[in-house]
T-cell receptor
Framework: GAGVSQSPSNKVTEKGKDVELRCDPISGHTALYWYRQSLGQGLEFLIYFQGNSAPDKSGLPSDRFSAERTGGSVSTLTIQRTQQEDSAVYLC??????????????FGPGTRLLVL | AQSVTQPDIHITVSEGASLELRCNYSYGATPYLFWYVQSPGQGLQLLLKYFSGDTLVQGIKGFEAEFKRSQSSFNLRKPSVHWSDAAEYFCAVGYSGGYNKLIFGAGTRLAVHP
């Protein structure tokens, strides 16, 4: 079946502009995650959605970052007033359920964001 | 707080040589442990994972990893490296008893010489 898809694959924007990144999880996966991978860094957790529960936003670095998940499926990560330090690869992952914490997360190819 | 350390930023091996990538974690309870691989321009692919039971875990592409509680380690091994194994490898730890947020190490970039 289809994996996690993300769009756009690359995004170049000017400092101060807003950007929206999209994630389509694997069909049937109830959990969705956003991570950020900065140059030379590991992956940094941003936000987590599980079904209709309130999302865990504990990883969002500032109030310029927000995310929503419509209909329990597609998710959009929005970065307002982008800064150069927001340049990174943004990865989305999905998994079947929260269970006991060990479900495999399936990752999309990422969106590479460059803020000039 | 949970943390994951991958001490080696870059490793270079010759094709056919054995490989060991190190991973140490900090977590108070029994962790869930994962190794992912990221090829250039690709997303992360799961190589293997440890939840409980046998501490030697077999994964895809001929990889294996051993959980050593006493050393807080989960090192990845492969007996004979192929040129196609050149990639970046990430170790990650997940919470037990909670949701599935993963804490990742900084990654080890593997280069393979012919």
């Amino acid at each position: 079946g289809a994996g996690v898809s993300q769009s756009p694959s690359n995004k170049v924007t000017e400092k101060g502009k807003d950007v929206e990144l999209r994630c389509d999880p694997i069909s049937g996966h109830t959990a969705l995650y956003w991570y950020r991978q900065s140059l030379g860094q590991g992956l940094e957790f941003l936000i987590y959605f599980q079904g209709n529960s309130a999302p865990d936003k504990s990883g969002l670095p500032s109030d310029r970052f927000s995310a929503e998940r419509t209909g329990g499926s597609v998710s959009t990560l929005t970065i307002q007033r982008t800064q150069q330090e927001d340049s990174a690869v943004y990865l989305c992952a999905s998994s079947l359920s929260i269970g006991g914490g060990g479900e495999t997360q399936y990752f999309g190819p990422g969106t590479r964001l460059l803020v000039l | 707080a949970q943390s994951v350390t991958q001490p080696d930023i870059h490793i270079t091996v010759s094709e056919g040589a054995s490989l060991e990538l190190r991973c140490n974690y900090s977590y108070g309870a029994t962790p869930y442990l994962f190794w992912y691989v990221q090829s250039p321009g690709q997303g992360l692919q799961l190589l293997l994972k440890y939840f409980s039971g046998d501490t030697l875990v077999q994964g895809i592409k001929g990889f294996e990893a051993e959980f050593k509680r006493s050393q807080s380690s989960f090192n990845l091994r492969k007996p004979s490296v192929h040129w196609s194994d050149a990639a970046e490898y990430f170790c990650a730890v997940g919470y037990s008893g909670g949701y599935n947020k993963l804490i990742f190490g900084a990654g080890t970039r593997l280069a393979v010489h012919p």
